[in-house]
């Protein structure tokens, strides 16, 4: 998950007229809009929330990908607090409705996730705190 796609430098917006303002603002929105269309089939780091932290080596970085409106999520997660929310999805990579799913914990544990309609990624009771594996998710993103 090394592919990771740099955002461009935003202009300062100082200049004299309106057009000048109109056009810096559209360069802008066009890097942006490329910068969208390169996220289909290249990992994206999550930047984690609420003290949800990345577990670190040997195991990846958690992160996800689109590839023909299919989310896949990576990586194992290492935590502060259960019932959290620990990561939030962009609008184009979350599902139309709350979804479950399984994952594995440590100790050769099990237990779930959740991602809503919203994109938050919670992890409830009865995960861990210490390993938490979002490794093989998958699901058809909201169109």
């Given at each position: 998950?090394?592919?990771?796609?740099?955002?461009?430098?935003?202009?300062?917006?100082?200049?004299?007229?309106r057009w000048d303002l109109f056009n810096a603002f559209r360069d802008t929105l066009l890097k942006l809009i490329v910068i969208a269309d390169?996220?289909?089939?290249i990992w994206v780091r999550m930047n984690l929330l609420n003290g949800w932290q990345h577990y670190g080596t040997p195991y990846g970085e958690?992160?996800?990908?689109?590839?023909?409106?299919?989310?896949?999520?990576?990586?194992?997660?290492?935590?502060?607090?259960?019932?959290?929310?620990?990561?939030?999805?962009?609008?184009?990579?979350?599902?139309?409705?709350?979804?479950?799913?399984?994952?594995?914990?440590?100790?050769?544990?099990?237990?779930?996730?959740?991602?809503?309609?919203?994109?938050?990624?919670?992890?409830?009771?009865?995960?861990?705190?210490?390993?938490?594996?979002?490794?093989?998710?998958?699901?058809?993103?909201?169109?």
């Open positions: 998950m090394s592919d990771f796609i740099p955002i461009p430098e935003l202009p300062v917006f100082k200049q004299k007229s390169q996220t289909e089939d958690a992160g996800y990908r689109k590839v023909d409106n299919m989310i896949y999520l990576s990586g194992v997660l290492l935590g502060t607090a259960l019932n959290t929310i620990a990561y939030n999805l962009p609008k184009n990579f979350r599902p139309a409705t709350t979804r479950y799913f399984p994952v594995a914990t440590d100790n050769d544990s099990s237990g779930h996730i959740t991602i809503d309609k919203n994109g938050n990624l919670t992890i409830p009771t009865g995960c861990s705190l210490l390993l938490t594996s979002l490794d093989g998710i998958i699901y058809r993103a909201e169109r």
